[in-house]
């Protein structure tokens, strides 16, 4: 009798060996640490990308669709902007600090576009702005430029290292959900990581 086998080709798990679940966010001295280096070698565009990534808190994709006017009326750049999020069709406002707004400033001085240009322009023709993929791998660059592991961090580090560090500093829940444009509080809980120590501790500080 013919025995008819059937052979399966063997797949590797997409995330084997690799770290999964929350990228972590980046402490106030990796924060400055990348901006030293990128002020160093004089990278104007990812020195822009990289402070207003934090200041915005923005997803990726949102951050990268930006275009001038959404950050710049005429030669002055907006202390505040306002855009809708694709993932969730919600408005967020979001601060854009001095050093961000000099930062982006300098960046523009390098290269002429118009007010409905993309903001972080690609250097591949095809693509009118940075793709995310080419996010991730800039994102991972700056990482490894100051000796952290490239698996532990992502381009969420940089949508979550400002949030957390208002969470750290205030504990408030609420202001943090609308910076990220959270419709749900559990969303941000989630996002955040907080855990049991964290409501311990503020617990501790109420004496009733």
């Known amino acids: 009798m013919f025995n008819r086998t059937t052979s399966k080709t063997h797949q590797i798990p997409w995330n084997k060996g690799k770290l999964t ?12 640490s990348i901006r030293m280096h990128l002020q160093n070698i004089g990278n104007q565009r990812d020195l822009a990308l990289f402070n207003l990534a934090i200041d915005s808190k923005l997803r990726g994709c ?5 275009r001038v006017s959404d950050v710049a009326s005429g030669d002055e750049i907006l202390s505040r902007a306002m ?9 967020v406002r979001f601060e854009i600090t001095q050093r ?21 322009t690609s250097r591949i023709r095809a693509s009118k702005h940075l793709s995310t993929r080419q ?3 800039i ?7 100051i000796g952290l592991d490239t698996a ?26 609308l910076l990220l444009g ?27």
């Open 21 to 32: 679940g929350q990228k972590a966010p980046l402490s106030m001295q990796e924060i400055w």
């Open 62 to 66: 949102d951050l990268l669709n930006l």
């Open 83 to 91: 855009i809708r999020q694709s993932k969730t069709n919600r408005p």
């Open 100 to 120: 961000t707004r000099q930062s982006i400033k300098d960046w523009l001085a390098t290269v002429k576009l118009g007010s409905n240009d993309y903001l972080f």
């Open 135 to 137: 996010y991730a791998r």
């Open 139 to 145: 994102v991972e660059s700056w990482v490894a430029s």
């Open 152 to 177: 532990a961090y992502g381009t969420h580090s940089m949508r979550r290292t400002k949030a957390t560090l208002i969470y750290r500093r205030t504990k408030n829940l609420r202001a943090v959900q």
């Open 182 to 208: 959270h419709s749900k509080l559990d969303s941000t809980v989630r996002y955040l990581g907080i855990e049991i120590d964290d409501a311990l501790e503020m617990s501790e500080q109420i004496d009733v």
